[in-house]
């Protein structure tokens, strides 16, 4: 899914940054295979998987990046349910 849906995305498109490429699909890895579009909390699942920057992804609290790069990730009691795919860690 989160393939899929980087190649129908403009934004991810036009990235020409691999580190970029890689830290936006796995925290698309993570919205999908923790039920993203199913289970997790209203207001934080229409601010997740949008065609901007994943820095500003998620609440507030959410994600954090310095200079573009990931470097924070706090999805405490959003709403997840499944596992932490094979492709994080």
Excluded: H, K
């Amino acid at each position: 899914q989160a393939l899929n849906w980087m190649l129908a995305d403009f934004f991810s498109l036009t990235l020409n940054d691999d580190n970029r490429m890689v830290q936006r699909f796995a925290l698309a890895v993570i919205y999908f295979s923790t039920s993203g579009p199913t289970s997790w909390n209203l207001e934080n699942r229409d601010t997740w998987i949008l065609s901007s920057t994943e820095c500003d992804w998620g609440e507030p609290d959410d994600v954090a990046c310095r200079n573009g790069t990931v470097y924070w990730v706090n999805l405490f009691d959003d709403g997840l349910s499944g596992t932490i795919p094979g492709e994080i860690g």
